[in-house]
T-cell receptor, first 113, second 112 residues
Framework: DTAVSQTPKYLVTQMGNDKSIKCEQN?????MYWYKQDSKKFLKIMFS???????INETVPNRFSPKSPDKAHLNLHINSLELGDSAVYFC????????????FGPGTRLTVT | QKEVEQDPGPLSVPEGAIVSLNCTYS??????FMWYRQYSRKGPELLMY????GNKEDGRFTAQVDKSSKYISLFIRDSQPSDSATYLC????????????FGQGTTLQVKP
């Protein structure tokens, strides 16, 4: 009974392709996040949605476009993939906006060749 | 200078040792302090959550916050091989931005 789930778990693709990662949480939380973890394990926030509304949009290339169809889902679409996009992408959720306890999904390991 | 500094290690200790993990930070607005544990190829899981200065204990784990020194610690007593993981500190501000700033993570190996 996974709280925050992501698909796919692994994604290997070539430069220039477009891909999507999906996230779902069954915790009833209002807020969801996308993080990127690089090879040095630095975890950096990319986007945050609260009640389907975009709240945080860090300095991320506009090739990355999040979409929240409802409170329980947050997807990430990436256009024209580049080698530097290779990383692990984590989805997370928190009960409400401003609640600092965040719960993470298992991650999607993206490799761009 | 990064907002949150954490020694990436790796840190290797024998089973049963007391482990001390630390982070320093520069932003005095941080009010919430967390420790996450991340096993290899898994997502971070929330281990400890503290608000403001002081100590919090949960089983073998103790989190300590010293806001005057901008320094937080996580102590693990009687360390076990199952504690081998990367430990990430994270901090949130008082302005309800919902944004957590993470340290780089310290990789811990507990040898049997």
């Amino acid at each position: 009974d996974t709280a925050v789930s992501q698909t796919p778990k692994y994604l290997v693709t070539q430069m220039g392709n477009d891909k999507s990662i999906k996230c779902e949480q069954n915790l009833g939380h209002d807020t969801m996040y996308w993080y990127k973890q690089d090879s040095k394990k630095f975890l950096k926030i990319m986007f945050s949605y609260n009640n389907k509304e975009l709240i945080i949009n860090e300095t991320v290339p506009n090739r990355f476009s999040p979409k929240s169809p409802d409170k329980a889902h947050l997807n990430l679409h990436i256009n024209s993939l580049e080698l530097g996009d290779s990383a692990v992408y984590f989805c997370a959720s928190s009960q409400e906006w401003g609640a600092d306890e965040q719960y993470f999904g298992p991650g999607t390991r993206l490799t761009v060749t | 200078q990064k907002e949150v500094e954490q020694d990436p290690g790796p840190l290797s200790v024998p089973e049963g040792a007391i482990v001390s993990l630390n982070c320093t930070y520069s932003n005095s607005a941080f009010q919430y302090f967390m420790w996450y544990r991340q096993y290899s190829r898994k997502g971070p899981e929330l281990l400890m959550y503290t608000y403001s200065s002081g100590n919090k204990e949960d089983g073998r784990f103790t989190a300590q916050v010293d806001k005057s020194s901008k320094y937080i610690s996580l102590f693990i007593r009687d360390s076990q091989p199952s504690d081998s993981a990367t430990y990430l500190c994270a901090m949130g501000g008082s302005s309800n931005t919902g944004k957590l700033i993470f340290g780089q993570g310290t990789t811990l190996q507990v040898k049997p």
